[in-house]
Structure formats: C-alpha cells, structure tokens
C-alpha cells in the first residue's frame, strides 16, 4: 500500500489526461491493493495504512466479469469504516453523546444490510462465491459492529441480542461449510470461528441482565448453548484436520469457559426465578424448569465486584492467539468486569488443559 500511495494510485482524478483504459487499470490495481490492506488490518486488528478521506480513485467500472470482486471491495470499505469509527483509538465520534453514538452503529448496520441486499445475483451454491460466502462476510461483521466496544462500552441491549445472534449465525455457516467441503483451512478461519464464540460468551456474561430483561429465557439456554456447542464442533473439526497442538489447547479453554458461562446463565435464572415465586405468592413452582439451583453464581454478586488477581491470566492464551496488546482496540474483547464465575475452581482447569 505505501508503494501504491507513493506512485499515487489512490488519487487518479477523474479530470486527468490519461485515457479512460489506462485510469481503469490504475483503479483496478488500487482497490485490488486495497482489499488486501483492509483484509490484513481487519483481522489483525491493526489501522489500516490509509485512511478513506485520502482515497480519490474511483472503483473499477463494472463489467459482467467483476461484480464479485466490486462487492468484495465494497464490503472491505464498511470494514475500514467499522475500524475507524467504532475502534479508532482517537475517533471523534467517540465526544459524540451516547444516542448519537448508537445511531452511528445503526446508521453502519443499515450500510452492511444494504450490501447484503445486493449481493451478485451469480453467486450459485456451486460457484467460487457462494452466498454462504457473503453470508459469512455479513454476519462476521455484524457481531463486530454490535459487540461492546471503544465507542460503545456499553451497548444497547438491542445491540447484544444481535451481537449474539450474527455471530451464531457465523458459526453456523462455518460448520456447514466444514461438513460439506473439504476446504483448506486457514488460521484466519481458525480466528473468525473462536473470536465469534469467544464474543458470544462474552457478551452473554457482561450483557446477561440486560437480555433477561428482553429476550425470551429459551434464547439463552437453547438458542445461545446449540451455537456453542457448534462452535465447539467447529474447533474439533479443524483439530482433526490442522492436528496442532496450540489449537486443541485453545479448544480446550473454550468448552472450559462455555461450560462455566451456561452454569452462570442457568443459575442466574434459576435464582430470578426463585426470588420471583418468593416475592409472590401468585407464582407457583416452575415444574418445567429443570436446571439445579445449586448451580452457581449467587444473584446478587457483581461482576465488578469480583476481585480479579490470577484468574485473569485464564484468558491469556485466548488474548495471544487474537494478537492482542495495550496498544490497540479491535481485539480487546475481555472487558475489565469480565471473570470467571466464583465457583470455578482454577485448578481443575489447568488439571483438563492438554499439556
């Protein structure tokens, strides 16, 4: 990109003198350089090497050869915005009062469904670019739009139900395509599937009072455990596959950490429930609701509260294969209230990590 910027690909005016082959040719190497830049920047969570305000090149002219490869483009431009806007470490939407903040999201969310909308109507299920391919690329974006973040700490919960839903429906679509396909597998597949089931637990845990408020109990205790549980399937597979060592300990520490958040959700209801039928005698016992009361969490126990030392080292092979540091944002998923329920037992989970 920086060789790009030098020779001025990215400002090929529309008023130049070079014939309109010779412009289109230049566009084409700009954005094709621009898609690998923003691919790499996004998924390492790194700023990309230009930002948008400097870009002046055109997109390719369409043709009936590359309406794929212009909505891929397309899709990589929402994602330099998302960075920016959302994760930039000096954003000024971040000065922005919270209502404002929100309606950026939306207005971003609005965006991405308006791409998805528009997906190359070639996109066959036999094709390169199937539309689970671009299915793929919405949701993948959608959880990361939604999840908390720099400009929103704290999301509204209409945000967190959608977080948790893109990403199922993520990994869901990674599965298919893992049981239907023998595909070479990348770590950055291998990224995109924990990151999404690592922001599902996640947001589940620091959100969980705010979506018992708004979702139905079975989103969270059916819907939220299959994609878990597929996630997990997800990380087997690719195990199978990869046979690397680092990638069974991280599987390891997930179904760990899943395990301990259902105990948390399950228990948290279980005790809403049982202050509800003791506040009133209206309510009779819940027959149907076969989840132990013993589970867990003590209700009125604040995550912030919770006194973090060495349990938070629990989370560090998840942050070093993320390529986490200080320094940045985009990958900082384990806010400062997040911890590990207060029954867990720190031993036992080193005892079942494979060394």
């Known amino acids: 990109m920086r060789m790009a ?7 090929t005016p529309e008023a130049s003198d070079a014939s309109g082959g010779a412009k289109d040719e230049r566009n084409r190497v700009f954005w094709t350089i621009y898609a690998i830049e923003i691919t790499l920047a996004y998924n ?23 309406s794929n490869s212009l909505h891929y483009v397309r899709h990589r ?23 404002k903040r929100e309606l950026l999201i939306l207005d971003l969310q609005k965006s991405l469904d308006e791409w998805q909308a528009n997906i190359p109507v070639e996109s066959r299920d036999d094709g390169p670019y199937p539309y689970s391919y671009w299915n793929r690329l919405y949701h993948g974006t959608t959880f990361v739009l939604h999840r908390q973040s720099p400009l929103c700490p704290r999301p509204s919960v209409q945000s967190l139900e959608r977080c948790i839903r893109s990403a199922g429906s993520y990994i869901d679509d990674v599965i298919n395509l893992l049981r239907l396909s023998n595909i070479p597998l990348s770590w950055m597949l291998v990224q995109g599937v924990l990151f ?5 637990l996640i ?17 969270l205790i059916v819907d939220l455990q ?34 301990d958040t259902l105990t948390l959700i399950s228990s948290t209801i279980t005790s809403q429930t049982a202050s509800s039928c003791a506040a009133s005698s209206v309510f009779g016992t819940n027959t149907d609701n076969n989840l132990e009361l013993d589970q867990g969490l003590n209700i009125g126990t604040s995550y912030a509260s919770i006194d973090f030392g060495e349990e938070y ?30 029954h867990t037992d720190l031993d036992e989970i080193s005892a079942n990590i494979p060394s």
């Open 203 to 219: 947001t589940a845990r620091t959100g969980l009072h705010q979506l018992l408020s708004h979702v139905e109990v079975s989103f």
């Open 5 to 11: 910027v030098e020779i001025g690909l990215h400002c």
């Open 77 to 99: 431009q929402l994602q330099s915005r998302i960075v920016a806007q959302i994760y930039g470490s000096n954003s000024s939407a971040r000065n922005m009062p919270v209502e």
């Open 226 to 259: 299959s994609w878990i549980r597929n996630c997990s399937i997800c990380l087997t597979i690719m195990n199978e596959r990869l046979k690397e060592e680092l990638l069974s300990k991280l599987n390891s520490q997930y179904e760990l950490l899943a395990n």
């Open 313 to 342: 080292e629990y989370f560090d092979i998840f942050k070093d294969f993320m390529g986490q540091d200080l320094t940045q944002t985009f990958w900082n998923i384990f806010p400062n209230d997040m911890n590990l329920a207060p």
């Open 196 to 200: 999404a089931g690592l922001t599902m």
């Open 44 to 66: 390492l969570g790194r700023p990309p090497s230009i930002g948008e305000d400097h870009i002046i090149s055109g997109l390719p002219q369409p043709t009936n050869g590359n």
